[in-house]
């Protein structure tokens, strides 16, 4: 029977060395590392090396200002993540892999002294064979991050971006450089001796006018041996759908029902969210289990139908779940942490559970970020809120083309399909994105599938998962920002901004009363973060003046500050703090509650609009989040809540 030796329970290590002098190190024995620059300190798995670092007090909070600058010299070193693996672990005659579901960028496999294998890339799972170096007595499992991309940050240029690592760790507009190092999600040994199931996938659908569901499952037996292939569907524990067939069967042509009697998926507010469970169970030829692999799922039907007076060929933007007609109202998601590695299951749930209180009903996960852990999914299933899922890519300042070469698309290619079959079995995944903000060959309209990455990535949507919608970006279709000189010319499709009112807010709800758009994928107004969190993650900088002269509020982006705003309607500069965050909140709470206001009152001209940003990832003094470092909500967040709520 298979089995699964969960590796983060171990008491790992983590040395930090000069590029290289590891491998001239044969020592295999745990904390023996006389030449390491840092010597060996405790290390949580799954975690960041900065975390490691900060606990063992070696580098300071990084979310304290300005101490992100102490930090970069993290980045310069090579670091060992080492492991003495139980005795008794390995049995003769079997099979045995090291499953990575997360490496946080590229470096080497050692087991025993021996560099057995390479990695590189942070998006996609990595597996490797260990059995040929396993040895009697103990095993030492060593895992060595090297050298990352030295700047892949939010100005540059997209299409000459060929290194697969989360770009927004390199500073955003709303987080300073943490460049994260470490392992980032869960990591196992199996045990086999080859009676198993691989490459499992399951994809569910509905017909909402029979309350009827489907679900379509395949997988691999690479040991066939007569087995048979138990599946069956359960709600509550109890059987709703059963079939035994042939492992050979299962792998020729997989499973397929329909007509199944079911309870339907309804987003936030629209009704419950009833889920199921699938098993899949490998059995012998005497009928005992050799393999079980279990999803969560649920089904909904998910159409998308013109707006109400769209212009002739717009894409359609009213989504249709179960035969009703739903205002989309969310959150564009970035990462919780820029040591995301840390991010506990309570941090996600705190923050979704939130948003579903606020009445949400999807989240759009910006693509210079990661693909969340399964928990997140887990999560939004259960909450009912929908999943915008972009791949890996994003806008730079200078220049927002894709790459086109064949070995980048070939690369993303492999990412996206490893995203879609980690995530698609999730009830509350809605959308498939190419990225954010990508632009087409002229660098001024949006990406089209006319470009050879957004043209592969659409082939493998409707290859491995039909049922569901893709978009070549986000902003889409004519222009990705909406003039109000362009209103009436059918030109706004999905667009993104304005980010910040400017001047007047009569003059921002004049701009929203006349708006045309069929849908508002981003848009927002800053807000400052709480008088408190403020002053706690200062440091040595003064929180007056409130100005771009002061660190404090010029990093990591001065976008955000109004204190000139706030001088014309006061005639003079804040005079405290407590002052200057009161004003800023209520003026981003007046601010989005316009938004979306306008937004919704246009439905079903308008499919919706998803708000940027949700949360802070680190604690700035402004940013355009309504939910603060603490996931807590902003004012803005209370205030666009009783629209959201309205129905």
Request: charged share 25%; glycine share 8%.
């Amino acid at each position: 029977m298979k089995k699964y030796h969960d590796l983060s329970k171990l008491n790992w290590k983590l040395s930090g060395w000069t590029p290289n002098i590891w491998r001239m190190s044969q020592t295999v024995e745990i904390g023996d590392t006389p030449c390491s620059e840092i010597p060996a300190v405790p290390a949580k798995v799954p975690g960041s090396v900065q975390e490691s670092l900060k606990q063992a007090g070696i580098i300071e909070d990084w979310n304290v200002y300005p101490h992100w600058f102490d930090c970069e010299w993290v980045e310069n070193r090579d670091w060992a993540y080492e492991v003495v693996l139980p005795e008794g672990l390995f049995k003769p005659g079997m099979t045995y892999r090291l499953n990575c579901r997360g490496l946080d960028y590229q470096g080497s496999i050692v087991f025993n002294g021996k560099i057995i294998d390479a990695f590189c890339g942070s998006f996609t799972p990595y597996v490797f064979d260990i059995t040929p170096y396993i040895e009697n007595g103990n095993n030492v499992l060593r895992i060595v991050f090297e050298k990352s991309p030295r700047w892949l940050g939010q100005f540059g240029f997209t299409s000459q971006m060929r290194e697969w690592k989360p770009r927004f760790n390199y500073t955003w507009d709303w987080t300073v450089r943490l460049m994260q190092i470490g392992i980032w999600d869960s990591i196992w040994i199996e045990e086999t001796d080859g009676r198993e199931i691989a490459d499992f996938k399951c994809v569910t659908d509905a017909d909402s006018s029979l309350s009827t569901g489907s679900v379509k499952m395949e997988g691999r037996i690479p040991a066939d041996s007569g087995y048979k292939v138990k599946v069956t569907l359960l709600k509550d524990g109890n059987p709703v759908r059963e079939e035994t067939m042939p492992a050979s069967q299962f792998t020729a042509v997989g499973i397929a029902w329909s007509g199944i009697p079911v309870e339907l998926w309804w987003p936030n507010m629209f009704g419950e969210q009833p889920l199921y469970d699938i098993r899949c169970v490998l059995l012998d030829g005497e009928g005992k289990e050799q393999d079980k692999i279990e999803k969560k799922v649920g089904f909904k039907e998910l159409k998308w139908e013109d707006n109400e007076d769209a212009p002739e060929g717009a894409d359609p933007w009213i989504c249709v779940v179960n035969g009703e007609k739903v205002f989309l109202q969310g959150i564009n998601w970035v990462p919780i942490r820029p040591n995301f590695a840390d991010v506990t299951e309570a941090d996600y749930a705190k923050r979704i559970n939130l948003y579903k209180d606020l009445g949400l009903n999807i989240l759009r996960i910006w693509g210079g970020a990661v693909l969340e852990k399964e928990i997140f999914y887990n999560l939004c299933d259960e909450a009912g809120i929908m999943v915008w899922q972009e791949f890996p890519l994003s806008s730079s300042g200078g220049e927002s083309i894709p790459p086109d070469d064949e070995k980048s698309v070939n690369e993303m290619a492999k990412i996206a399909k490893s995203y879609i079959r980690r995530r698609q079995h999730h009830v509350s995944l809605a959308v498939w994105s190419g990225g954010n903000e990508l632009a087409a060959p002229d660098n001024a309209t949006p990406a089209t599938v006319a470009q050879p990455m957004i043209k592969r990535f659409q082939e493998i949507i409707q290859q491995n998962d039909p049922t569901r919608r893709f978009l070549a970006t986000s902003a889409t279709g004519p222009v990705s920002y909406a003039h109000a000189e362009n209103y009436g010319k059918g030109l706004h499709w999905d667009v993104h901004g304005p980010w910040k009112p400017g001047g007047d807010l009569k003059e921002w709800e004049k701009y929203w009363k006349a708006d045309d758009a069929l849908f508002r994928s981003e848009s927002g107004s800053p807000g400052t973060s709480s008088v408190e969190i403020i002053r706690k993650y200062a440091g040595d900088c003064s929180e007056l003046p409130i100005h771009v002269s002061n660190m404090l509020w010029r990093l990591p982006m001065p976008w955000w500050i109004e204190n000139d705003q706030f001088a014309k309607e006061r005639g003079r500069q804040p005079e405290n703090l407590e002052e200057y965050v009161e004003w800023s909140q209520n003026r981003q709470a007046e601010a989005l509650s316009i938004v979306v206001g306008c937004c919704k009152e246009r439905f079903p001209k308008c499919g919706g609009v998803i708000l940027w940003m949700g949360h802070d990832c680190f604690p700035c003094p402004a940013n355009t989040s309504v939910v603060d470092f603490n996931g807590d909500p902003k004012p803005a967040a209370i205030a666009i809540s009783k629209i959201f709520r309205k129905w």
